[in-house]
């Protein structure tokens, strides 16, 4: 019997494997990403300067990443997996606690940065928690058809820390897109970087 998750295209086949990558994979990738950037943000090693870019795409990433787990993993966790409610609901939480202490931050060289880097590192065990069962239960194209969603998802989210906007469908799936449009008009006048790509390329380009 297929999972119950949020609605999707139906397939032609049970069998059918469409293409793309596992919602559990790239939610795993993210996740190594989202440490080593918080990791970098943190060493005092590393010039002023280029803290400030690790932590703008820090930010941007976990904005997005978290908006895309809102609206994808969260409720098909919920749907699948019966014993996960409560712990979706603690995340959505801690999601938002993340959102604020991010918004929050004067800097590179604020100390509550230490408290950025902890609510980074316990959001990627908690949501471990919720993918493993749902990695479980879930098929394979299932769990494509969710990651093909949450690239899309992730492609119109913020990139900014937004806290106070809806975390729970259909309402996130709606507003998250108007206010990430909003943020990458302000990151195009600005020159803010946002992708891990951008820490590569020489400063001013």
């Known amino acids: 019997m297929a999972v119950p998750l949020p609605p999707l295209p139906p397939a032609a086949d049970d069998a059918y494997r469409p293409g793309g990558r596992s919602l559990a994979d790239i939610v795993d990738r993210e996740h190594r990403a989202l440490l080593g950037l918080a990791e970098q943000v943190t060493d005092a090693q590393l010039t002023a300067q280029r803290r400030r870019e690790v932590l703008d795409v820090l930010t941007a990433m976990v904005s997005r990443h ?58 990627v065990s908690r949501v471990a928690a919720l993918v493993a069962p749902l990695r479980e239960v879930a098929t394979d194209a299932e769990l494509i058809r ?29 507003v998250e897109p108007v206010v990430g449009v909003l943020d990458k008009v302000r990151d195009v006048v600005t020159g803010r970087r946002t992708q891990l790509s951008d820490l590569e390329r020489p400063r001013g380009q």
Request: net charge negative; glycine share 4%.
């Open 66 to 123: 978290l908006s895309a787990e809102e609206q994808y993993l969260y409720p098909s966790a919920r749907a699948a997996v019966a014993e996960s409610a409560e712990l979706v609901d603690r995340e959505i939480e801690a999601d938002a606690a993340l959102l604020t202490a991010l918004k929050g931050l004067s800097g590179p060289d604020d100390p509550a940065l230490a408290e950025v880097d902890e609510r980074v590192r316990r959001h």
């Open 146 to 174: 969710l990651g093909n969603r949450w690239e899309i998802a992730e492609e119109a989210a913020p990139t900014r820390p937004h806290p106070g906007t809806p975390a729970t469908p259909p309402w996130n799936k709606i």
